[in-house]
């Protein structure tokens, strides 16, 4: 699979909470052989909220809504994505349950990286392993901010 429609989309994000690990092309052809490629159909639920799983998607074409369940009303959907967005990266990072569902608002490609693939990327690519993980932990930190920002709880 071509790697350059996805590099494309991440480059060209401007979103506060941007993905922007500082690889080249060719970094991103090597880092592709970690990923996933997935077709997602709209109305489809690509993360669940409650459930244990260490996946980080990249979205690479569509838009994607993340909303809570069980929320007070108007305070349901917290964020819409478009092409180039990271969702699920806290999910990589730890064992807790997924603080929120994320929906396909179309149809959306996606990539994913598990948690096993990250750690054989960080035993075999120490330099490329560390700026996809700062370029993640710059998103999350966003993201907390955000969140304390409008009086929603982190923790």
């Known amino acids: 699979m071509d790697i350059q429609e996805l590099y494309d989309a991440v480059r060209s994000l401007n979103a506060p909470d941007a993905f922007k690990p500082r690889l080249t092309i060719e970094q991103w052809g090597a880092f592709q052989t970690y990923l996933t490629r997935h077709e997602v159909r709209a109305g489809d639920l ?8 260490r996946t980080m998607y990249v979205l690479q074409r569509g838009t ?3 909303f ?12 819409i994505l ?5 969702v699920g990266e806290a999910g990589l990072f730890s064992d807790q349950p997924r603080m929120a569902n994320v929906e396909a608002m179309t149809a959306c ?11 054989e990327l960080i035993a075999r690519n120490p330099p490329m392993a ?3 993980v700062r370029a ?4 999350m930190g966003v993201r907390m901010r955000a969140n304390i920002e409008q009086g929603q709880a982190v923790s």
Do not use: C
């Not at 690509?46 to 799983?53: A, P, Y």
């Not at 490609?109 to 096993?116: D, E, H, I, T």
């Open 68 to 79: 809570v369940s069980n929320a007070k009303p108007g305070v349901s959907r917290l964020s």
């Open 136 to 139: 993640a932990a710059a998103v």
């Open 109 to 119: 490609v996606v990539w994913s990286l598990r948690g096993p693939r990250l750690e």
């Open 82 to 86: 478009r092409a180039g967005s990271v």
């Open 46 to 53: 690509l993360v669940k909220q409650g459930e244990h799983d």
């Open 130 to 132: 560390l700026e996809l």
């Open 64 to 66: 994607l809504q993340v």
